[in-house]
């Protein structure tokens, strides 16, 4: 019988949960003292992109959580992982480019509606 995905990269000295989080906190809650997990070596943004895709299937995060998480990645990978491609994002991440789209609009947006806000605070 196979484990459930539980995903650890190395990382310093040690591993780094990419994804399985919840049932790690329940192994732990059980009192387990090893879990079984596969380990991948991984850059920083394939570990960020791993584990978003397993927060979007989960589907508990809010509005603003999933456009923070998506832009960072577009900004992070746009010119070297995705191409400059939302399509290729949407593709990654299994969303389709209109959500990808919606996403990064809404965080641009929030990003200069506050900036505006704050230059009017400091005048």
Same mark, same amino acid.
């Given at each position: ?5 539980? =995903? ?5 000295? @040690?591993?780094?949960? &990419?994804?399985? *989080?919840? #049932? ?12 079984? !997990?596969?380990? %991948?070596?991984?850059?920083?943004? *394939? ?10 299937? #989960? @589907?508990?995060? =809010? ?20 191409? /400059? ?7 990654? $991440? @299994? $969303?389709?480019?209109?959500? &990808?789209?919606?996403? &990064?609009? !809404?965080? *641009?947006?929030?990003? #200069? $509606?506050?900036?505006? %806000?704050?230059?009017? =605070? /400091?005048?």
């Amino acid at each position: 019988m196979r484990d459930d995905n539980k =995903t650890v990269r190395p990382y310093d000295d @040690g591993f780094q949960l &990419i994804a399985g *989080e919840r #049932r790690f906190r329940a192994a732990k809650i059980l009192g387990w003292k090893e879990i079984r !997990a596969e380990v %991948c070596p991984m850059e920083d943004i *394939e570990a960020e992109e791993k584990s978003a895709v397993e927060n979007f299937h #989960r @589907g508990d995060l =809010t509005s603003q959580e999933v456009e923070d998480v998506i832009y960072d990645l577009w900004i992070k990978g746009k010119d070297t992982r995705y191409n /400059s491609s939302k399509e290729n994002l949407a593709k990654m $991440l @299994g $969303l389709d480019r209109r959500t &990808i789209n919606k996403n &990064i609009d !809404a965080k *641009e947006a929030r990003e #200069r $509606l506050g900036f505006k %806000c704050a230059e009017r =605070t /400091s005048q």
